[in-house]
């Protein structure tokens, strides 16, 4: 069964680091471009956390440019996401998605796999 599995959140106080991973199941993450959303309580899905295309080019958000860094691992089929100096404003759930080449990695709609979440808390 193809699936995504997400792991590494939990309560960290601001100014503190996490990082999460995304790992497959079922099938190769090397000819899918990898996109870590968020959800924060009471709001909509949320991209540009992170995204790292197929060839290894990545994209972020303005407001995590600098702080969180997407990577990947295709010997181990796993995708990071390193955030580092977390705020309050970080708090939410994180979801990586799987989709493939030639879609716009910055709609969620275009995800053909999606993992159940792991939820980050950032304490001030």
């Known amino acids: 069964q193809e699936q995504l599995v997400e792991s590494g959140g939990g309560l960290v106080q601001a100014g503190g680091s996490l990082r999460l991973s995304c790992t497959a199941y079922?099938?190769?993450?090397?000819?899918?471009?990898i996109g870590w959303f968020r959800q924060a309580p009471g709001k909509g899905r949320e991209g540009g956390s992170g995204?790292?295309?197929?060839?290894?080019?990545?994209y972020y958000a303005d407001s995590v440019k600098g702080r969180f860094t997407i990577s990947r691992d295709n010997v181990k089929n796993i995708v990071y996401l390193q955030m580092n100096n977390l705020m309050p404003a970080d708090t939410a759930v994180y979801y990586c998605?799987?989709?493939?080449?030639?879609?716009?990695?910055?709609?969620?709609?275009?995800?053909?796999?999606w993992g159940q979440g792991t939820k980050v808390t950032v304490s001030s």
């Open positions: 995204i790292v295309s197929s060839d290894g080019s990545t």
């Open positions: 079922g099938f190769s993450l090397d000819d899918y471009a």
């Open positions: 998605g799987a989709t493939e080449p030639g879609r716009d990695c910055s709609a969620s709609l275009e995800y053909q796999h």
